[in-house]
């Protein structure tokens, strides 16, 4: 006797709304190449002009380099200061805005001023801050600082989150004080975490100083931006790679710091 004849069936059922989502994403990416004028006119022409600015650019001039040295430690000092400032305060307005630990009177407002502080490009905080105080290192303080709040305050209480309570009941219970219980129940569960935040915010800072100079905030962005209005862009290679090698040994440091608190 012939075996019963048994129906085949897919592992897996066929997702159609998935796939439909999909057909769509592809026709709006059309339409919006299309609305945004891209051409792979346009990016050929781009090409051919890449080239011609990258042969103006080499060889690099290293005439200047009194003033790239200046601009570079400038950079450096508004990226080391506002670091400092933005990790420290960073640490209670995360810890507020943990909801495990602290009440709802006090984590809402901490995480409505992680929000305002999450909600625009660095850009956009130097140009208030450039308006408010002034061209100069103070602004690009003041907007790498707020820059500081919004990325290290919300994983920090992100981190705090997601503790084991155990510690933390096991303090309360002894009768610890609150203190007490930060110190030696949230702290050393969080510790390594936030060293990596705060190495990863100072290298961040470091290449975002770059960037709100641009806009009169201080540091070597402002020496950036007048190269190019001025075509010297021999002189902008040199600061370019200047950037580029200020930014690897800033990486080098934070890998260094995080090699030391890990032993």
């Given at each position: ?54 042969d103006e650019m ?40 943990a909801r495990n ?67 933390v009941e096991a ?93």
């Amino acid at each position: 006797m012939n075996a019963p004849s048994q129906t085949l069936r897919k592992p897996f059922k066929a997702n159609w709304l998935a796939r439909l989502g999909w057909v769509g994403l592809a026709v709006y990416t059309l339409y919006a190449l299309s609305a945004l004028d891209i051409t792979w006119t346009r990016f050929l022409t781009g090409l051919d002009n890449g080239a011609q600015f990258l042969d103006e650019m080499i060889p690099p001039s290293f005439m200047r380099w009194k003033l790239l040295l200046a601009n570079l430690l400038e950079t450096v000092e508004i990226a080391v200061i506002s670091s400092a400032f933005g990790i420290a305060l960073s640490l209670p307005i995360g810890l507020m805005s943990a909801r495990n630990l602290m009440p709802a009177w006090a984590t809402w407002p901490a995480r409505a001023l992680i929000c305002v502080c999450r909600s625009f490009h660095p850009v956009i905080f130097a140009i208030l801050f450039v308006k408010a105080v002034g061209f100069g290192p103070m602004a690009g303080i003041l907007t790498l600082v707020f820059a500081s709040i919004g990325f290290i305050g919300k994983l920090f209480a992100e981190a705090i989150e997601e503790i084991s309570l155990k510690p933390v009941e096991a303090c309360k219970a002894a009768g610890a004080p609150f203190m007490s219980v930060l110190i030696y129940a949230v702290l050393p569960q969080v510790l390594n975490r936030f060293i990596g935040f705060a190495t990863y915010q100072f290298d961040a800072n470091m290449r975002n100083s770059t960037m709100v100079g641009i806009v009169g905030a201080g540091g070597i962005g402002g020496t950036l931006f007048a190269a190019f209005q001025r075509f010297d862009y021999d002189f902008l290679c040199t600061i370019l790679l200047s950037i580029i090698a200020l930014i690897m040994i800033s990486e080098y440091l934070a890998v260094r710091i995080k090699v030391v608190f890990n032993d």
